[in-house]
Protein backbone atom coordinates (compact mmCIF):
# COMPACT_ATOMS: atom_id res chain seq x y z
CA UNK A 1 0.00 0.00 0.00
CA UNK A 2 1.17 3.07 -1.05
CA UNK A 3 0.64 6.57 0.82
CA UNK A 4 1.01 8.25 4.14
CA UNK A 5 -0.63 6.77 7.32
CA UNK A 6 -2.06 9.78 8.96
CA UNK A 7 -4.79 9.58 10.85
CA UNK A 8 -5.87 7.44 13.69
CA UNK A 9 -9.03 6.39 14.60
CA UNK A 10 -9.86 4.75 18.83
CA UNK A 11 -12.04 1.43 19.04
CA UNK A 12 -12.62 0.12 22.03
CA UNK A 13 -9.80 1.70 23.98
CA UNK A 14 -7.29 1.36 21.67
CA UNK A 15 -6.20 3.08 18.77
CA UNK A 16 -5.65 2.29 15.06
CA UNK A 17 -4.69 4.35 11.63
CA UNK A 18 -6.25 5.17 8.17
CA UNK A 19 -4.56 5.45 5.44
CA UNK A 20 -3.53 9.12 4.08
CA UNK A 21 -6.07 11.66 5.03
CA UNK A 22 -9.32 13.18 3.99
CA UNK A 23 -9.32 15.61 0.60
CA UNK A 24 -8.46 18.73 1.20
CA UNK A 25 -10.70 22.16 1.67
CA UNK A 26 -11.06 23.69 -2.06
CA UNK A 27 -9.99 20.27 -3.99
CA UNK A 28 -11.94 18.73 -6.42
CA UNK A 29 -13.62 15.41 -4.35
CA UNK A 30 -11.86 12.25 -6.44
CA UNK A 31 -13.95 10.99 -8.72
CA UNK A 32 -15.97 7.33 -7.39
CA UNK A 33 -17.71 4.66 -8.40
CA UNK A 34 -19.86 2.69 -5.97
CA UNK A 35 -23.29 0.80 -5.85
CA UNK A 36 -26.54 2.14 -5.24
CA UNK A 37 -29.32 -0.28 -3.77
CA UNK A 38 -30.70 -0.97 -7.43
CA UNK A 39 -27.08 -2.48 -7.98
CA UNK A 40 -26.11 0.33 -10.40
CA UNK A 41 -22.72 1.66 -10.54
CA UNK A 42 -22.58 5.41 -10.15
CA UNK A 43 -20.36 7.93 -10.03
CA UNK A 44 -20.59 11.51 -8.83
CA UNK A 45 -21.76 12.42 -11.81
CA UNK A 46 -25.31 10.68 -11.00
CA UNK A 47 -25.46 14.18 -8.87
CA UNK A 48 -24.03 16.54 -11.01
CA UNK A 49 -26.63 19.40 -10.54
CA UNK A 50 -26.78 18.96 -6.82
CA UNK A 51 -24.36 19.90 -3.66
CA UNK A 52 -23.78 16.42 -1.94
CA UNK A 53 -22.86 15.80 1.86
CA UNK A 54 -21.40 12.68 1.69
CA UNK A 55 -21.23 10.41 5.51
CA UNK A 56 -18.81 7.80 5.07
CA UNK A 57 -19.21 5.22 7.87
CA UNK A 58 -18.33 1.98 9.28
CA UNK A 59 -21.48 0.20 8.57
CA UNK A 60 -25.15 1.05 8.71
CA UNK A 61 -25.72 -1.65 11.58
CA UNK A 62 -23.22 0.32 13.78
CA UNK A 63 -25.15 1.89 16.43
CA UNK A 64 -23.30 5.33 15.66
CA UNK A 65 -23.12 5.09 11.95
CA UNK A 66 -26.68 4.83 12.05
CA UNK A 67 -27.82 7.48 14.62
CA UNK A 68 -25.92 9.35 12.36
CA UNK A 69 -27.58 8.29 9.09
CA UNK A 70 -30.78 9.14 10.78
CA UNK A 71 -30.50 12.13 12.37
CA UNK A 72 -28.57 13.32 8.67
CA UNK A 73 -31.59 12.43 6.70
CA UNK A 74 -34.15 14.25 9.02
CA UNK A 75 -32.17 17.58 8.48
CA UNK A 76 -31.61 17.17 5.03
CA UNK A 77 -35.69 16.26 4.50
CA UNK A 78 -36.87 18.95 2.03
CA UNK A 79 -33.39 20.07 0.75
CA UNK A 80 -34.30 19.29 -2.83
CA UNK A 81 -30.62 20.48 -4.03
CA UNK A 82 -28.80 18.31 -1.58
CA UNK A 83 -27.45 14.95 -2.27
CA UNK A 84 -27.44 12.57 1.23
CA UNK A 85 -24.79 9.98 0.21
CA UNK A 86 -24.04 7.22 2.83
CA UNK A 87 -21.08 5.31 1.77
CA UNK A 88 -19.90 2.10 3.92
CA UNK A 89 -18.25 -1.47 2.90
CA UNK A 90 -22.12 -2.38 3.54
CA UNK A 91 -24.04 -5.13 1.02
CA UNK A 92 -26.29 -2.93 -1.13
CA UNK A 93 -29.07 -4.86 0.32
CA UNK A 94 -28.18 -4.02 3.88
CA UNK A 95 -28.32 -0.42 2.88
CA UNK A 96 -31.57 -1.01 0.87
CA UNK A 97 -32.84 -2.82 4.38
CA UNK A 98 -31.94 -0.16 6.62
CA UNK A 99 -33.28 2.94 4.29
CA UNK A 100 -36.66 0.76 4.84
CA UNK A 101 -36.44 0.35 7.90
CA UNK A 102 -36.25 3.79 9.19
CA UNK A 103 -38.38 5.47 6.07
CA UNK A 104 -35.25 7.35 5.05
CA UNK A 105 -36.45 10.19 2.85
CA UNK A 106 -33.18 11.79 1.33
CA UNK A 107 -29.93 9.44 2.07
CA UNK A 108 -28.38 7.37 -0.78
CA UNK A 109 -26.35 4.38 0.31
CA UNK A 110 -24.23 3.54 -1.29
CA UNK A 111 -21.77 0.61 -1.20
CA UNK A 112 -18.26 0.41 -2.38
CA UNK A 113 -18.01 -3.42 -2.24
CA UNK A 114 -17.76 -3.59 -6.39
CA UNK A 115 -14.18 -0.66 -6.52
CA UNK A 116 -11.40 -0.58 -4.58
CA UNK A 117 -9.63 2.45 -3.99
CA UNK A 118 -12.62 4.83 -2.43
CA UNK A 119 -10.86 4.38 0.98
CA UNK A 120 -7.61 4.86 -0.14
CA UNK A 121 -8.76 7.41 -2.30
CA UNK A 122 -10.58 9.44 0.56
CA UNK A 123 -8.27 8.56 3.12
CA UNK A 124 -10.65 6.60 5.37
CA UNK A 125 -9.38 3.02 4.78
CA UNK A 126 -8.58 1.73 8.21
CA UNK A 127 -5.55 -0.11 7.87
CA UNK A 128 -5.26 -2.03 11.28
CA UNK A 129 -6.87 -3.77 13.69
CA UNK A 130 -10.00 -5.20 14.24
CA UNK A 131 -11.99 -3.38 11.97
CA UNK A 132 -8.98 -3.00 9.09
CA UNK A 133 -10.27 -2.96 5.43
CA UNK A 134 -13.23 -0.85 6.86
CA UNK A 135 -13.59 2.78 6.91
CA UNK A 136 -13.16 5.22 9.48
CA UNK A 137 -15.98 7.72 9.57
CA UNK A 138 -15.87 11.41 8.12
CA UNK A 139 -18.28 13.49 6.52
CA UNK A 140 -17.26 15.58 3.78
CA UNK A 141 -19.47 18.53 1.98
CA UNK A 142 -19.26 18.97 -1.92
CA UNK A 143 -20.55 21.92 -4.12
CA UNK A 144 -22.30 21.50 -6.94
CA UNK A 145 -18.95 21.05 -8.95
CA UNK A 146 -17.64 18.56 -6.49
CA UNK A 147 -15.35 21.03 -4.48
CA UNK A 148 -14.25 20.05 -1.05
CA UNK A 149 -16.10 22.95 1.30
CA UNK A 150 -16.31 20.71 4.95
CA UNK A 151 -14.56 18.35 6.00
CA UNK A 152 -14.61 16.05 9.23
CA UNK A 153 -13.11 13.15 9.81
CA UNK A 154 -14.20 11.54 13.23
CA UNK A 155 -11.23 9.58 15.39
CA UNK A 156 -13.87 8.30 17.53
CA UNK A 157 -15.79 6.01 16.01
CA UNK A 158 -18.86 6.14 18.20
CA UNK A 159 -19.35 10.16 17.92
CA UNK A 160 -21.40 11.55 16.08
CA UNK A 161 -20.13 14.66 13.47
CA UNK A 162 -20.96 18.07 13.65
CA UNK A 163 -24.50 18.04 11.90
CA UNK A 164 -24.48 22.14 11.97
CA UNK A 165 -21.23 22.49 10.56
CA UNK A 166 -21.42 20.13 7.94
CA UNK A 167 -25.26 21.94 6.79
CA UNK A 168 -23.58 25.57 7.39
CA UNK A 169 -20.98 24.86 4.86
CA UNK A 170 -24.09 25.05 2.49
CA UNK A 171 -25.50 28.16 3.93
CA UNK A 172 -28.11 26.18 5.88
CA UNK A 173 -29.07 26.56 9.54
CA UNK A 174 -30.13 23.52 11.60
CA UNK A 175 -31.74 23.61 15.03
CA UNK A 176 -30.50 20.22 16.91
Known sequence: MSGTIVAKIRFENASYQTHGELPRIGSHAPDVSLVNTRLHDVSLMHWSDKRKIMYIGISVDSEASARAVIRFDEYAAGCDDIALLIVSYDLPFAHKRFGQAHDLQ???GLS?????????NYGV???DGPLAGMFSPAVLVLDENNTIVHREHLEDITAEPDYKAAFRALGIDIDE
Open 106 to 108: VAE
Open 112 to 120: AIRHAGFGE
Open 125 to 127: LIV
